[in-house]
């Protein structure tokens, strides 16, 4: 370590405002008189102690060859002309040209000296005399001191690699001692002369290095400030611009794209923007889709986002916002239509004449459709398959002049269906209803809601109540499909619904519906209408025409009665189809001459034998009824009326359960039917005269087979009864008898619904003789009279009337052997 002791006499070379500090390596311009001064004052002094004389060399060492060192300076910063009382020493380590071309000299700074008296010297230099400043730190570093170098060099580091400077931020990790590395900063730009000064003059080398790391602290957190706010400013600036650009550049993009595909310029088929505006939407949709337009001129071609977009604006435009049809009837022409198209159904064609009436006079008259008025908005169809619901909506249409639209509800579980999904959800489409308008082509067409009482619910939401908006007239003038999420008026939408069974539709809809019921036909209607309307339709899709083909009434009435047994007319309209083709695929085949006409005996050639010949025209034997315990009851189901045979048997006593078993698929009402069937003949079998004791001990079993389960209901009581009673006594019960009615503990026959849909069942199956319940009576008069004709209807109050009427004489009084149950 050099001592303070050795005072030097050293030439001054003046820094004018500028500092330099010990390590740094700097080079001076000779053509600065004070630096050339200084620098010849010293080279001069230097070659004077080449000789025996001696001095200290460099590094403050006594240098044993006896050679001089390098010639010496004193680099003292000069600030608006005065001396800093600390100067460096510096080596001139060599002299020859700078960078720009001038005589220059390298010097390095080496270490501080405290600048002492003037004195003189060689050349025209000023000598000083100057002691050394012992900076040297503890060694050991104290752990605190330790830190602090750590916290320099992390800072240091940090700011040298935001510049850049990757090769000196090893040289700064390298440097050791504590004050070199305060030092250090003397490069450091963002450091003011007098900070540098500072630094300088701070000669305890561990209250430097915290200046150190203070200011280099200091301008790092001011640079971050600094470079955040530069970010952002560039980014607002810069955003309007770059976007401009960009999209600039997606045009140009586009267009070299259009035209590598050979397509015209402009075409019509991407260009959204000019399709919005030329398509005369409604302002609020207009503004709602050229934001779209934006976002889709902002997403890449073949991102998913801009397909989505596409798809929307399609929907969007492909909508018939301001198409409408002018509603051209008069109610006079609409029955017209309504007959046209439709045979029988009388009454129904009566109630949709007055709904048109209605609506009419309330347009005309330029009050809203329903007004306030609640339920009554929605005409609805309630009856079998294929009894025409499908076909009258489609009248109605025809009969307003309006478009027909049809939007099958059936197995909708999901609200979506009815109200769209979301967009942000993938593969998001609009709602049922929106899709039907589009479809339509016109915002005020007939929507009929086919198979309303078939929506579900479930986790996914109330389709019900989605449907409830849409009809609901104080609501539908701003209907919002979710995907479309732009308002759309369906207030001029005129909404029918159709239903299979009245029970089964939504409480809350059925709120909002006139009913109608359609409950199936007569033989002789279906006759009528096969004539009158499927026979010239399926003969026009045959490609055969009314003189080449005709079907006798017989034969219509056989395809009727034998070949199909339901409500309406769809499997008959098949038959007649059968017919038909096998007809003219034997013409075809050379084996039929036309003009041909079909008779009933022709049908068992054509299309086989029929599959549908009534319980009473079978071989007695055959009959279902033919075994004790099997009655035949008359019920309504999904499919309209229909007879289904109920069966009892008694359980084997030693292997059989006790109880009452039921089998089936049948529902809780239909099983407590059951038990009070059975309660029944235990309390009053006796005064009946059955041996009711075999219910006491042995299980009873009661199977609706399939094919007819008919939906949950307690029509099935006296039945039921019946078949038990007839399985105790051993009489077999008519088979020209079938019946319905509900039956209470006493014995009182109670009144059920749907008496017009099991008579025309009845009579389809051939049955004759029907027993109801007596407070049905006045349902008689919705039955159509040929029917009533042929049946004979017995009403009954009381079970014993029933087992009177239905049971037959006990045969010869001969023991009855009863079945047992498997
Ligand atoms: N009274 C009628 N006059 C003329 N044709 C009829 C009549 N009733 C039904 N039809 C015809 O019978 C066919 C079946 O009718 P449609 O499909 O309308 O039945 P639906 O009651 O709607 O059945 P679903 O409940 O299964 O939809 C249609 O072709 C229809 O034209």
């Known amino acids: 370590m050099a001592s303070t002791s050795n005072p030097l006499t050293l030439p001054v070379l003046p820094l004018d405002d500028e500092v330099v500090l010990p390590g740094m390596v700097v080079p001076l311009d000779l053509n600065d008189p004070d630096v050339r001064a200084a620098v010849e004052a010293a080279q001069a002094a230097a070659r004077r102690q080449e000789g025996p004389g001696r001095s200290p060399d460099d590094e403050g060492r006594w240098s044993g060859d006896g050679r001089a060192g390098k010639p010496r300076v004193l680099l003292v910063p000069r600030i608006d002309g005065t001396y800093a009382g600390i100067g460096v020493l510096g080596t001139v380590e060599q002299v020859g040209r700078l960078a720009d071309g001038?005589?220059?000299?390298?010097?390095?700074?080496?270490?501080?000296?405290?600048?002492?008296?003037?004195?003189?010297?060689?050349?025209?230099?000023?000598?000083?005399?100057?002691t050394q400043v012992d900076d040297s730190a503890p060694d050991p570093l104290p752990g605190q001191v330790a830190e602090l170098v750590k916290e320099y060099k992390a800072l240091a580091t940090s700011w040298l690699r935001k510049r850049g400077a990757w090769q000196v931020v090893d040289r700064v990790?390298?440097?050791?001692?504590?004050?070199?590395?305060?030092?250090?900063?003397?490069?450091?730009?963002?450091?003011?002369?007098?900070?540098?000064?500072?630094?300088?003059?701070?000669?305890?080398?561990?209250?430097?290095?915290?200046?150190?790391?203070?200011?280099?602290?200091?301008?790092?957190?001011?640079?971050?400030?600094?470079?955040?706010?530069?970010?952002?400013v560039q980014e607002g600036v810069d955003k309007q611009q770059r976007e401009f650009l960009l999209r600039r550049q997606l045009e140009a993009v586009r267009k070299e794209l259009r035209e590598l595909n050979g397509e015209q310029d402009?075409?019509?088929?991407?260009?959204?923007?000019?399709?919005?505006?030329?398509?005369?939407?409604?302002?609020?949709?207009?503004?709602?889709?050229?934001?779209?337009?934006?976002?889709?001129?902002?997403?890449?071609?073949?991102?998913?986002?801009?397909?989505?977009?596409?798809?929307?604006l399609d929907t969007v435009l492909e909508l018939p916002w301001n198409e409408r049809t002018e509603d051209a009837y008069d109610i006079q022409g609409a029955k017209a239509v309504l007959d046209a198209e439709h045979a029988g159904l009388d009454d129904v064609k009566e109630r949709i004449t007055e709904y048109l009436a209605v609506r009419k006079r309330r347009t005309d008259r330029g009050l809203g459709v329903v007004g306030g008025r609640r339920g009554g908005a929605v005409l609805a169809l309630v009856g079998p398959p294929g009894v025409g619901k499908t076909s009258l909506g489609e009248s109605v249409a025809h009969a307003m002049g309006r478009k027909f639209v049809r939007v099958a509800l059936g197995g909708v579980r999901d609200e979506a269906e009815i109200r769209g999904h979301r967009r942000t959800y993938?593969?998001?489409?609009?709602?049922?209803?929106?899709?039907?308008?589009?479809?339509a082509g016109s915002m005020n067409p007939v929507v009929l809601l086919d198979e309303i009482d078939k929506v579900g619910s479930d986790f996914r939401g109330d389709p019900a109540a989605a449907l409830l908006e849409v009809l609901d007239p104080a609501q539908n003038h701003t209907f919002r499909d979710h995907y479309l999420e732009v308002e759309l008026d369906l207030s001029d939408v005129v909404f029918l619904a159709t239903a299979n069974v009245l029970e089964a539709i939504p409480e809350a809809l059925l709120d909002r519906m006139d009913l109608v019921r359609l409950d199936g036909y007569t033989e002789d209607e279906k006759v009528v209408i096969a004539r009158d309307h499927l026979l010239p339709r399926q003969l026009e899709r045959s490609g055969l025409n009314g003189d080449e083909v005709t079907v006798e009434e017989d034969a219509l009435r056989k395809l009727a009665g034998e070949y199909t047994r339901e409500a309406g007319v769809r499997n008959l309209e098949r038959a007649i189809t059968r017919v038909l083709r096998k007809v003219a695929a034997q013409h075809e085949l050379g084996d039929r001459e036309l003009p041909f006409t079909v008779g009933a005996d022709d049908l068992r050639d054509l299309i086989g034998r029929p599959h549908h010949v009534p319980e009473s025209a079978q071989d007695p034997a055959e009959r279902r009824t033919a075994v004790p315990g099997v009655a035949t009851g008359l019920a309504v189901t999904g499919a309209g009326g229909d007879v289904l045979f109920v069966e009892a048997s008694l359980a084997d006593p030693e292997t059989g359960?006790?109880?009452?078993?039921?089998?089936?698929?049948?529902?809780?009402?239909?099983?407590?039917?059951?038990?009070?069937?059975?309660?029944?003949l235990r309390s009053h079998g006796a005064e009946l005269e059955l041996p009711v004791a075999d219910l006491k001990d042995r299980g009873v079993h009661i199977h609706f087979p399939a094919g007819a389960v008919p939906k949950d209901g307690p029509s099935a009581g006296i039945t039921m009864t019946t078949a038990l009673a007839s399985l105790l006594s051993g009489r077999l019960v008519r088979t020209d008898v079938a019946m319905t009615g509900e039956v209470s503990l006493t014995g009182r026959v109670l009144p059920i619904g749907g008496v017009k849909q099991k008579l025309l069942a009845a009579h389809r199956a051939g049955v004759t003789t029907v027993i109801i319940p007596k407070r049905n009576e006045a349902d008689l008069d919705d039955v159509p009279a040929e029917v009533l004709q042929k049946l004979d209807v017995h009403p009954v109050t009381d079970v014993r009337q029933v087992l009177e009427l239905a049971l037959a004489p006990a045969s010869n009084g001969a023991q009855v052997e009863v079945p047992v149950a498997a």
Not at 106 to 128: F, N
Not at 426 to 439: N, Q, S, T
Not at 658 to 671: I, R
């Open 102 to 130: 001038d005589p220059g000299a390298l010097i390095r700074a080496r270490r501080r000296i405290k600048i002492g008296a003037g004195t003189t010297g060689p050349g025209a230099a000023l000598w000083v005399e100057g």
């Open 173 to 232: 990790q390298q440097i050791d001692e504590v004050g070199a590395l305060a030092d250090n900063s003397g490069y450091s730009p963002f450091l003011s002369t007098e900070q540098k000064v500072e630094l300088l003059e701070t000669t305890d080398p561990v209250a430097r290095l915290k200046l150190a790391i203070q200011w280099l602290g200091e301008h790092l957190a001011e640079q971050d400030v600094a470079e955040s706010i530069a970010k952002d």
């Open 266 to 312: 402009g075409e019509e088929s991407d260009d959204y923007r000019a399709r919005v505006e030329a398509a005369d939407l409604p302002e609020k949709v207009q503004e709602a889709a050229l934001k779209e337009v934006d976002k889709l001129e902002r997403s890449s071609d073949q991102s998913p986002e801009g397909s989505w977009i596409r798809t929307w």
């Open 426 to 439: 993938v593969g998001a489409l609009p709602g049922r209803i929106v899709r039907a308008i589009k479809e």
């Open 657 to 680: 359960a006790a109880g009452l078993t039921l089998t089936g698929q049948l529902g809780d009402v239909m099983k407590e039917s059951a038990q009070i069937a059975l309660s029944f």
